[in-house]
Structures are given as structure tokens and as C-alpha cells.
């Protein structure tokens, strides 16, 4: 595990943003492993930027969502699915084809979970997976509990990730869902590169917590500890527990 610091919050958006357009450029189909929420808005505006410029070409990239609500359409305003379409998809001029998005409304959601592997393992995994991180140490939303070899399931959310996503609801807790479809830790490990970027002091725990204790499911981000090729891209905020 690599761990970059930056001395503000652009520049730690731009290190990991330009990185993963390198890889862009020596792979144009790269298969990219795409969050949501606040922390890589800024790496998308990027990527959008460059790719209008002329400088980076993102057209032909696979992209693919990490999770999403349980119990909500597509089309649904707070939908990780319209989120990517909004900040990935519109921006970089991709088919909607491109990015791929689990089905919130599928109508046999563990089946949903089964088709998603298959998928993955079909076109042979992920290159390079981008993570946020969530302030009690989730990635994608595997919440503390989520054991190492999890993979694509149903998931329960916890109380403080309701909260923290409760924004995007009108900021009414109870509106937002209590389950949801999310890739596993096994599955996001099988990435070739892992890219997680944390930003904010919010961060500051769940970043001491991943990079100092003990891996384990306490902590979902740990297991980022065994990934050979873990790159973490912190700003000073995120960054204070850790010297």
C-alpha cells in the first residue's frame, strides 16, 4: 500500500484524476470500478475537462458502478445509476452502454448479485477500482461486519451512512433506503489497481483506522492492507492521524 499526501484538497483530486487517465491513455478500454458521493466529483469534473479539451480521450472506457440503493429506480433523482449518468457518462460522452449499473429494482435481487460476477468475471475483472471512503471505514458499501470474502449481495445500511446520504434525500434520514446492492470486498480486491481517495477531516479516523489497526471487517478499507497494488491519495485534513 502506497500513500500519497497532498497539500490541499485540489491537488489530491488532481494526483489520483491524472493517474488514472495514464492509465487511460495506455489502455483506452480500461475497465474502471466508479464510486459515487462527494469525494471524486472533483476527479470527474477533470476527466470531463481534459476530455473536452482534447487532452485525455475517455470514450472508450467500460465503466462500472460499485453499488446502489435497494428499492429505488434508475430514474430516481438520489439513484447511484443517475449519478454516474450525470457526472461519468453525459460528461464524457459515453454510450449508456458504457457504464454498467446494478438494478436497484431488479426483481430477483440475489440473482442480480449472481449476474454481476458473472459479468465482471466475463470480461476479466476490473483494471483499476476508484473508492471513496466512508466515515466508519465502508468501501462501496460494504459496512463494518462485511466479511473478506464477500462478494456481490444485498447489504444492509447502517444508521450513519443513512445519515451521511440523507442530503441527497432532502436530508430526511428516513427516506433513504435501509438495504442495498453493493460489490464485496473480494470482488473490489480482484481489481488490478486500487485507487482509494479520502478527503476532509470527517475522513481523519476511518484513515488512521485503515492504515494503522489490524485488517479486519471492523474496518471493511483494512483489507485495502494485502491489495499489492493499493494507492491511497489523502489531503492534509484526512491525513492528520496518521503523522
Same mark, same amino acid.
Given at each position: 500500500?502506497?500513500?500519497?499526501?497532498?497539500?490541499?484538497?485540489?491537488?489530491?483530486?488532481?494526483?489520483?484524476? =491524472?493517474?488514472?487517465?495514464?492509465?487511460?491513455?495506455?489502455?483506452?478500454?480500461?475497465?474502471?470500478?466508479?464510486?459515487?458521493?462527494?469525494?471524486?466529483?472533483?476527479?470527474?469534473?477533470?476527466?470531463?475537462?481534459?476530455?473536452?479539451?482534447?487532452?485525455?480521450?475517455?470514450?472508450?472506457?467500460?465503466?462500472?458502478?460499485?453499488?446502489?440503493?435497494?428499492?429505488?429506480?434508475?430514474?430516481?433523482?438520489?439513484?447511484?445509476?443517475?449519478?454516474?449518468?450525470?457526472?461519468?457518462?453525459?460528461?464524457?460522452?459515453?454510450?449508456?452502454?458504457?457504464?454498467?449499473?446494478?438494478?436497484?429494482?431488479?426483481?430477483?435481487?440475489?440473482?442480480?448479485?449472481?449476474?454481476?460476477?458473472?459479468?465482471?468475471?466475463?470480461?476479466?475483472?476490473?483494471? *483499476?477500482?476508484?473508492?471513496?471512503?466512508?466515515?466508519?471505514?465502508?468501501?462501496? /458499501?460494504?459496512?463494518?461486519?462485511?466479511?473478506?470474502?464477500?462478494?456481490?449481495?444485498?447489504?444492509?445500511?447502517?444508521?450513519?451512512? =443513512? =445519515?451521511?446520504?440523507?442530503?441527497?434525500?432532502?436530508?430526511?434520514?428516513?427516506?433513504?433506503?435501509?438495504?442495498?446492492?453493493?460489490?464485496?470486498?473480494?470482488?473490489?480486491?480482484?481489481? =488490478?489497481? *486500487?485507487?482509494?481517495?479520502?478527503?476532509?477531516?470527517?475522513?481523519?479516523?476511518?484513515?488512521?483506522?485503515?492504515?494503522?489497526?489490524?485488517?479486519?471487517?471492523?474496518?471493511?478499507?483494512? /483489507?485495502?492492507?494485502?491489495?499489492?497494488?493499493?494507492?491511497?491519495?489523502?489531503?492534509?485534513?484526512?491525513?492528520?492521524?496518521?503523522?
Amino acid at each position: 500500500m502506497q500513500v500519497h499526501r497532498y497539500k490541499t484538497f485540489a491537488a489530491t483530486s488532481f494526483a489520483v484524476a =491524472r493517474a488514472i487517465a495514464d492509465l487511460v491513455e495506455a489502455k483506452p478500454q480500461l475497465a474502471i470500478g466508479l464510486p459515487t458521493g462527494n469525494s471524486p466529483l472533483a476527479v470527474y469534473r477533470l476527466w470531463a475537462d481534459w476530455q473536452r479539451e482534447g487532452k485525455v480521450d475517455f470514450r472508450s472506457i467500460r465503466g462500472f458502478g460499485l453499488d446502489e440503493y435497494l428499492g429505488i429506480p434508475a430514474s430516481h433523482p438520489a439513484s447511484f445509476a443517475n449519478f454516474l449518468k450525470q457526472q461519468v457518462t453525459i460528461p464524457l460522452g459515453l454510450d449508456p452502454g458504457q457504464v454498467a449499473v446494478l438494478d436497484g429494482m431488479a426483481p430477483d435481487p440475489a440473482q442480480a448479485c449472481l449476474d454481476w460476477e458473472a459479468k465482471l468475471a466475463e470480461m476479466g475483472g476490473l483494471d *483499476v477500482v476508484l473508492l471513496g471512503l466512508g466515515t466508519n471505514g465502508h468501501i462501496a /458499501f460494504n459496512e463494518p461486519g462485511s466479511p473478506r470474502d464477500s462478494r456481490t449481495r444485498v447489504a444492509e445500511l447502517t444508521p450513519e451512512t =443513512r =445519515r451521511a446520504n440523507a442530503p441527497a434525500f432532502g436530508g430526511d434520514e428516513k427516506a433513504v433506503p435501509t438495504k442495498c446492492l453493493t460489490m464485496g470486498i473480494a470482488s473490489l480486491l480482484e481489481a =488490478r489497481e *486500487v485507487f482509494l481517495l479520502a478527503l476532509g477531516s470527517a475522513k481523519a479516523p476511518a484513515v488512521a483506522a485503515m492504515l494503522l489497526g489490524l485488517a479486519g471487517p471492523h474496518v471493511p478499507a483494512s /483489507f485495502l492492507q494485502a491489495h499489492p497494488q493499493t494507492q491511497v491519495f489523502l489531503d492534509p485534513t484526512a491525513a492528520v492521524l496518521v503523522g
